[in-house]
Each structure stands twice: as C-alpha cells, then as structure tokens.
C-alpha cells in the first residue's frame, strides 16, 4: 500500500517558537488529514484538506495541500505546552469514494521546553 | 455528542487466550473502522462498516481476528488465540456517509499479552 513519509520524527523546540512539519508520498492523494495524538488517547483530528493548494487554519494551526498532491505541511505558532504530543498526517488509502481505511504516517513526535 | 467510546480501555491476557473487545460509535455515524497501533507507529487499518456490512478488510486481518457489526450500531473486534505480535492499541473511529467525512477516534482498547 501507499506510505505517507513524516519529517522531522521528533522536535524538540522552546515555548513560543514556531514549529513546521511535512508529510510526503510517492502517490498522489485526494486527502490530506493532520491528527494530534496524546499518551494513552486516541488520535485527535486537526485539520481537514480536500483540494491541491489548499491552505487551512485552525486557531495556531495552518495546514496546506501540496500542488503537486503528493505533500503537505502543518505549521504550529508560538507553541505553548499543551502542544506536546504526537502529530500524525494521513490520507485515504484506496477509491472507495470517501469511506476507505486511513493510511498514516509515523508520526512527528513534539517536545518542549518551558 | 459523547464521542466514540471503546471497551475496556485495557486488557491483559495470556498466550492462547480470546478476547473481545467493544466500540460505541458516535450516534449517527454509519460508518465504523477499526485500526492497530504498535509502538512508534502511526495506526493501521484493519476493517470498516457502513452500518452492519463488513465492507472492507486489510490483509493485517488474519482468520485469528473477527468483527461484527449486528445492528448496525456498537461493533466488537474478537482475537482468537492470541500472540505476542497482538499486543498494540486497537483503535475505533466512525464517521457519517456522504463522500469522504473525517473519521473521529475512540481512546481505544490497549492488549497487552503476556
């Protein structure tokens, strides 16, 4: 199946500071999904995006589709603590008009210092 | 709204042992999934529902595992004899229909086999 490549896999960043992440595929995706996930607890959805080029905010969060649909990005401002966790990417993994299985990456895994 | 809830949150059981575990979707939704989570791991689809039809499974679904869907509401996941490579979180997440709707995650159910 399709893998969705993450990067960095881990951050470790001051409070405050801005934080930028990627995902990226040799596929090309219809979907792009951003999900925060916290110890013990399930994935948390942030960010929807349904269209090449296409830039979403979120509070502190904005999220953009890659043009060429193969990427895409999540960028975190002025990081507070609560921001620590686990940030997965994730799109459809097949065509089975919208209610296929999830493909996710490995995560970026968001540590701060106070 | 009460969220996608998932029972037990933990279970440790022996090698060889069957175990079942249990989702309560968010009302309304028809559609149902279920994933496995290992360690350092994004989740990884397993099977989906649209309401009590099995309609997808990923070839991680071995013969050992099986789910239900009855009614079309709660959905249990049953691991027959089960192995040391089972242990992971088993996640749920639901969604409603009509074309690609975001799938929202339970806390999930984590295995642990001894």
């Known amino acids: 199946g399709q893998q969705l490549n993450q990067s960095p896999q881990s951050m470790f960043i001051q409070e405050g500071e801005d934080v930028s992440m990627n995902c990226t595929s040799s596929?090309?995706?219809?979907?792009w999904l951003w999900y925060k996930q916290d110890p013990g607890e399930g994935p948390v959805l942030l960010i929807a995006?349904?269209?090449?080029?296409e830039l979403t905010s979120n509070g502190r969060l904005t999220a953009q589709f890659g043009i060429t649909r193969k990427d895409s990005f999540l960028n975190i401002s002025a990081s507070i603590p609560s921001d620590v966790g686990i940030y997965f990417c994730?799109?459809?993994?097949?065509?089975?008009?919208?209610?296929?299985?999830?493909?996710f990456g490995k995560g970026t895994h968001l540590i701060i210092q106070p | 709204d009460t969220g996608v809830s998932q029972d037990p949150r933990h279970k440790i059981t022996k090698r060889g042992q069957n175990v079942t575990f249990r989702c309560d979707p968010i009302s309304e939704h028809n559609r149902l999934y279920w994933y496995r989570q290992t360690l350092g791991q994004g989740p990884e689809f397993l099977t989906y529902?649209?309401?009590?039809?099995?309609?997808?499974k990923s070839r991680l679904l071995s013969d050992r595992f099986s789910a239900e869907r009855p009614k079309g509401s709660f959905s249990t996941l049953e691991i027959q004899r089960t192995e040391q490579g089972d242990s992971a979180m088993y996640l749920c997440?639901?969604?409603?229909?009509?074309?690609?709707?975001?799938?929202?995650f339970g806390d999930g159910t984590r295995l642990s086999i001894l």
């Open positions: 529902f649209q309401n009590e039809a099995q309609l997808e």
């Open positions: 995006l349904y269209k090449a080029g």
């Open positions: 997440a639901s969604s409603s229909t009509g074309g690609f709707q975001p799938q929202h």
């Open positions: 596929s090309i995706f219809n979907t």
């Open positions: 994730a799109s459809l993994e097949g065509s089975g008009g919208g209610a296929d299985g999830l493909t």
